[in-house]
């Protein structure tokens, strides 16, 4: 009875780990995406020069129409999909000013803002490193260590909201 238990909870936890977007390595694990590290944002050198990342590495990104300490975005399940909130207040890592982090309401849980913007991820940035929300629609911009956006184009981007 115990030697047929060991395999099964074997299968359990490794099912439950390949569930949960658990790779050894930390990036992308063929398909999904790298996990967001919410607890600090830092400064992290890219092709658009210096911009805010979370503590796994991934982008973080300003919508322009949101302006200061709002969350004003209009968004639907569809798109807080492809956009989802850097969620609750991080700390400030490499080359980030502390004073310029805070929260805003984000249909009751708070979301991050850095120098009052509020921050997102876009889901299709599947590994640290990847701008691919850069300047879509002309309204989603990554952010630079003033809280600024930073409006340097990296390349094509289709569909005005990038939904």
């Not at 099964?8 to 949960?20: H, P, Y």
């Not at 930390?26 to 967001?36: D, V």
Request: aromatic share 8%.
């Amino acid at each position: 009875m115990i030697r047929s238990t060991i395999p099964a909870a074997v299968l359990v936890v490794t099912a439950a780990l390949g569930l949960s977007g658990w790779s050894n390595g930390g990036g992308n694990s063929g398909g999904g995406s790298s996990a967001m590290d919410t607890s600090t944002v830092k400064i992290a050198d890219s092709k658009l020069g210096n911009i805010l990342v979370d503590g796994s590495g991934r982008t973080l990104y300003l919508f322009t129409m949101d302006g200061h300490n709002k969350s004003s975005m209009k968004c639907d399940a569809a798109c807080l999909k492809l956009w989802p909130p850097l969620e609750g207040k991080p700390k400030a890592g490499h080359g980030v000013d502390a004073k310029l982090i805070n929260t805003t309401d984000a249909g009751g849980k708070p979301q991050a803002t850095y120098g009052g913007h509020p921050l997102y991820y876009y889901a299709k940035d599947k590994a640290s490193g990847d701008v691919k929300g850069q300047g879509i629609g002309k309204v989603w911009y990554v952010v630079d260590a003033h809280g600024k956006a930073v409006m340097k184009a990296v390349g094509q981007n289709s569909g005005q909201y990038g939904y």
